[in-house]
């Protein structure tokens, strides 16, 4: 057992280098108040939300939610069977995991094809994407709209109204900055793998495929990541290619219940919970690679 000698000097050690509250406050404590009105900040309107969305009162007014959680009932998440949500919601599933899906192969072998192979006109292809992702993409929407107004003449499925064509405008889009988030990234995995590997025998799909892609997940997860929400939140470009309710995402068909004359908000806060639902998953799920997908590609370039 510890003496009543080493107990007090250990108490006065202490005492001694005790930082005064004043220089505490000024050096950390700051942050802890920052960090909590910060997290206020953020946690209000999901809260907001929630309660609008289990409140049986609001329906053409948000006023009723203003006195949070006052009525509790699911009410409004029944009533949307009633609707077309459920359409819009497979909708906006399918279209965002195609779109991720594509994406994240596409940009996978053009920047597997910019990093390791020398091949003339290599520079300046890397120069034209980057000038390209300058341009806004409003500039391309009539474009776009010209060019499958045309294409769906011959061939139907890749027309206005078509979610195969809005998948393919997705596609096309995000290749140059999908190529140049993972070109970094695959400038950081050494050559000497590809080497070894051609040794002992292994094609260019294998070690592409098998020695490669495993290495390069995290960008991958955060090139899948965005391509997801970028498609699952996009407005203007579907609204412009989807013209009838069938074939509608969340994005447009939700906007039509708050967006007129007659407001369906209790339809609005009930729908959008359960659509914050998959990235929320997703994020979830892929959490462990966000970190190192969006900053392992700035360590070589």
């Known amino acids: ?169 997705y596609w096309g889009g995000a290749l140059g900055a999908n190529t140049f988030l993972m070109y970094g990234f695959f400038n950081s995995i050494p050559m000497e793998l590809d080497e070894a590997a051609k040794i002992d025998g292994a094609t260019h799909g294998q070690i592409y495929w098998t020695i490669i892609l495993p290495l390069v997940v995290p960008i991958l997860a955060v090139v899948g990541l965005l391509s997801f929400i970028s498609a699952f939140n996009d407005f203007v470009l579907a609204r412009t290619i989807l013209t009838s309710q069938e074939n509608w995402t969340l994005a447009i068909g939700m906007n039509i219940w708050v967006g007129g004359n007659e407001k369906n908000w209790d339809w609005f806060a009930s729908g959008a919970v359960i659509a914050a639902v998959p990235i929320l998953l997703l994020f979830l799920f892929l959490q462990k690679y966000i970190v190192a997908g969006l900053t392992g590609g700035a360590v070589k370039g």
């Open 1 to 169: 057992m510890m003496s009543a000698n080493t107990m007090s000097a250990t108490k006065d050690a202490v005492e001694k280098n005790r930082m005064p509250f004043g220089k505490w406050f000024r050096g950390i404590g700051f942050r802890h108040v920052v960090g909590v009105l910060a997290a206020i900040y953020a946690a209000f309107p999901i809260l907001y939300v929630l309660s609008a969305a289990v409140n049986p009162d609001i329906k053409t007014t948000l006023t009723g939610a203003n006195s949070l959680f006052s009525s509790v009932s699911f009410e409004n998440f029944s009533e949307l069977s009633d609707t077309m949500f459920w359409t819009w919601f497979s909708n906006t599933i399918i279209i965002g995991v195609a779109t991720s899906v594509g994406t994240v192969l596409m940009g996978a072998a053009a920047a597997y094809a910019f990093s390791r192979y020398r091949f003339s006109g290599r520079k300046l292809s890397l120069q034209a994407l980057l000038v390209i992702q300058m341009f806004p993409q409003l500039l391309t929407f009539v474009a776009i709209f010209l060019l499958l107004t045309t294409l769906g003449e011959i061939i139907p499925a890749l027309g206005i109204n078509s979610k195969m064509a809005l998948i393919a405008v």
